[in-house]
Every structure is written in C-alpha cells, then in structure tokens.
C-alpha cells in the first residue's frame, strides 16, 4: 500500500509549516494537494501514488540536462565513495569555477556557496564593503532569495501568495533598500538624484524571471550599467536563474548576442550550476572579490560551501552542458511556446508569451494581452485562468510550475514523446482556462 498525496500533505503538514520547505510547492494559488515526487528521471518525473508527469519545473532551473542524468549520477555517486564532506579545498573546486569562468567574460574569480540566497547576499556586503555606502536598489518583480534586505516587492512566492514583504524583517533593514520599478530609467535616475552618493549597488535578475519572465527593455541593461558607473555604485546581475539556462553563457550571452555588451562588477549564479544539488556562487571583477576573507574585510564562509558531492554534480552538469544539449533545449522550448501560443489563440484565451534566451512564461488575461514589462502590470495577469489551465495540464500528465508568477522549464531531456505530451495536452488545457 503506497501513501497518497492527500495521506502524504496531512503528515506533513502537522510536522512542517505548509506541509512545505519552501512556499510555493504547497499549490496555494493553484488550490489542490501538491504531487509528492519520488522519483524523477529525464524529462519525467513520478508521484507516491505512481503517477508519472512529463515535468515542466526541472526544480525550479537545476535539471538543465533533465532529471537523473547518468552521468551526473555517476559522477555524484564516485564522489560521495570518496567522502561527503571535508571542510578543506578539494580540487574540483576551481575547476568548477574555471567553468563559470570561461563562460561569464565579467567574471575573473568567483567564490563557491549553497544557495542562491547567500550568492546574493555575499555579492551586496561585498558591494557595501566596497563602496562604503549602504543603500541598495532593486527593481520591484525581482527575486534574489529570502534574506532580509531583499524581500521588498519580491516577485517569486510573494507574487504568488500577494504579499508585500515579508514579517519580521527590521524596518531599520528594509530600509536599506529602494524598490524601483523595471525597466523604467527615469525611475532609477531618480532615486540615484535622491541618494546622491550613497547607493552602493543596484542588483538586478539578468532577465527578470520570478515575475513571469520579463526580459529587460533593448538598452536598458546597458543603461543600468553605465549609470552605476557614473555614480560610483556596482552592478550585481543575479543570473541564479538565467545562468547556464537562458543560453551557454547566461543572459549576458542572450544580451551580447543582440549586440548589448554589459558587464557587471558582480554576477551570482545557482540552480544550474549545482546541477540538482546545492552549489551556488558569487563572482566577478577581482579586485572586488579580493575584498573577501581572509585576503579582504568582508566576511562570508560556509560549513559546506564548494561542497565535493555538490561540487560534482556541477561540474558534471555544466561539462554535458555542450552545444548541442543546448540546441536540444531550445528545439523544446521553441515547440512548447508554439503550440502554447496556438492552443491559447484557438480556445480565445487572452494572453502573451514572453521570451529571455530559451526562457519563456504565458501571462493569462485582457489586462497583460500588451505585454508585461514590470510588476505592476505582472500583478494584473488572471491567476484563476492560470489555475484552470494548470489543472487540467497536471491531469493529463503534465506539471506545470503551481504559480503563474514562474517560468516554464525544459530540459535537454525533453525529447519528441515529451514535447507531444505537453502539446497534446495543451488545446484541453487552453479551453479549460477559457472557461471561468
Ligand atoms: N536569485 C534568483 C534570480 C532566483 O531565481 C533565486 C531562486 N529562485 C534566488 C536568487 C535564490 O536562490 P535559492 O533559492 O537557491 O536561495
């Protein structure tokens, strides 16, 4: 007799808040009891009640080559054979960050933590510590993990959950940091003419991706960029999300490509570059990162940062992760948006697809039909008709991300079967979000 998930959600739920360790996966605002996995493999991944699901959420980013990969198994597994952690300089280390290296040009030395979150804050003390000023600003829309200085108009499962901020965060903090909205230059010229000299950095998500995907206005990176030069602030471009996803080398591929060259002074990476397990890191210009322990005054460690299982898997992940996985990435994602597109446009559901690289989410609605280019109009997407449509998805075998706030994910694994599941999947899907 396995559990099922209603059994599953219930013990959970008396031991752990939510029934969750992290909010989103309670599908609060798609209502419903949340698939508990126990196994996932390629494209596909298995609830306890043995119900297989093509898989559109790839861990939120990591599964950039699709679940389980072999080879990453493998390399994992000869790692942990050798010990699972050590709390010394292991060799892989650097080899890991040569990776990011050769890939990010705005990257020279990069440090190894676990999660996207501490990659964010190790980027702004460092800021702080470089500049010596405090004042942060962020774009309203986007996330950069849960510490307390971030959580201000945060996008991700506050957007989901509509929450503002967050309790228990010190006003003293908070008020540290300018929320300003994206893509709006003269919003951000504005708040730099207020805090003359005394903003240390603007961090930004290289393409906003946990608002819906919200691809920066043409320029207007470089323009970000090119103000915080003359006002003295560093640039933090947050590519936990897009890094090693959006195209080979991140968003500032996807930007360089269309001839926009911006190099920020710092860069965090996650997701992706753990490769399923918990590897995140903090780069960019030298000097600046020099200022960290034990060269610089600014202090960070971790018990299990540069972990050599997690280590591993990274490596691994990002050597795989060659021309073609991503040529087979994008073949997928092309055909999901296409035939979302199609089976949306047929059924006479309102809305629009946006792209970032091989990134794409739909906003669902009359009000986002324009196009979504910041919070404010992200916020006024139909979360219902999303909820409609990702249920009658999640019935016919495929799980879409419980949030209309989140990103689609493929894999490189998602092969032709899995790509006709999802598009057989999609005209049902579209006429159920039509129906209110
Ligand atoms: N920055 C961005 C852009 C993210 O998408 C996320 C996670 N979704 C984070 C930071 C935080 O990473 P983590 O969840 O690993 O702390």
């Given at each position: ?180 909205p994206y893509n709006d230059r003269a919003a951000l010229e504005e708040v730099f003419a207020a805090h003359s000299g005394r903003i240390a950095a603007v961090i930004t998500e290289a393409a906003a991706a946990n608002m819906g995907v919200v691809a920066p ?220």
């Amino acid at each position: 007799m396995t559990d099922t998930n209603d059994a599953l959600f219930s013990r959970a739920r008396a031991v752990i808040p939510g029934g969750v360790d992290s909010p989103v996966r309670a599908y609060g605002s798609v209502g419903g009891t949340p698939r508990f996995l126990v196994e996932a493999a390629g494209a596909y991944v298995t609830d306890a009640e043995g119900r297989r699901y093509v898989d559109l959420v790839a861990s939120w980013g990591p599964a950039l080559l699709g679940h389980a990969h072999p080879e990453v198994v493998a390399a994992v597994q000869a790692a942990a054979a050798r010990g699972l952690s050590f709390g010394a300089p292991t060799p892989a280390e650097a080899e890991l960050v040569e990776e990011i290296v050769r890939r990010v040009p705005a990257v020279q030395k990069a440090r190894l933590v676990s999660t996207g979150t501490e990659a964010t804050m190790t980027a702004i003390r460092l800021a702080r510590g470089a500049t010596g000023r405090d004042l942060l600003v962020k774009f309203a829309g986007h996330y950069h993990g849960h510490s307390d200085g971030l959580l201000a108009a945060a996008g991700s499962g506050l957007a989901t959950f509509a929450l503002p901020g967050s309790a228990g965060v010190p006003e003293a903090v908070a008020a540290q940091t300018l929320v300003v909205p994206y893509n709006d230059r003269a919003a951000l010229e504005e708040v730099f003419a207020a805090h003359s000299g005394r903003i240390a950095a603007v961090i930004t998500e290289a393409a906003a991706a946990n608002m819906g995907v919200v691809a920066p206005a043409s320029g207007f990176s470089t323009f970000v960029a090119e103000l915080c030069r003359r006002e003295g602030a560093l640039l933090i471009s947050d590519e936990v999300l897009t890094g090693f996803r959006a195209a080979p080398g991140g968003y500032a591929q996807v930007l360089a490509d269309a001839g926009e060259t911006v190099v920020p002074d710092l860069v965090t990476f996650g997701k992706v570059i753990g490769g399923g397990l918990p590897v995140a890191a903090v780069g960019g210009r030298a000097d600046v990162m020099d200022m960290l322990a034990p060269l610089g005054p600014v202090y960070q460690a971790g018990t299990l940062s540069g972990n050599p299982v997690a280590v591993a898997a990274g490596l691994a992940t990002l050597r795989l992760a060659d021309a073609s996985a991503y040529a087979r990435l994008a073949a997928a994602a092309d055909a999901v948006a296409d035939a979302a597109t199609a089976a949306l446009t047929a059924a006479g559901v309102p809305h629009v697809l946006q792209r970032a690289g091989t990134l794409f989410s739909v906003f669902f609605g009359a009000e986002v039909v324009g196009g979504v280019s910041d919070y404010a109009t992200a916020q006024r997407q139909d979360t219902a008709a999303y909820g409609r449509f990702f249920h009658a998805m999640l019935d016919a075998g495929v799980s879409l991300p419980p949030s209309a706030f989140e990103a689609w994910f493929l894999t490189a694994a998602h092969d032709d079967a899995a790509v006709a599941q999802i598009v057989d999947a999609l005209p049902a899907a579209a006429r159920a979000a039509a129906s209110a």
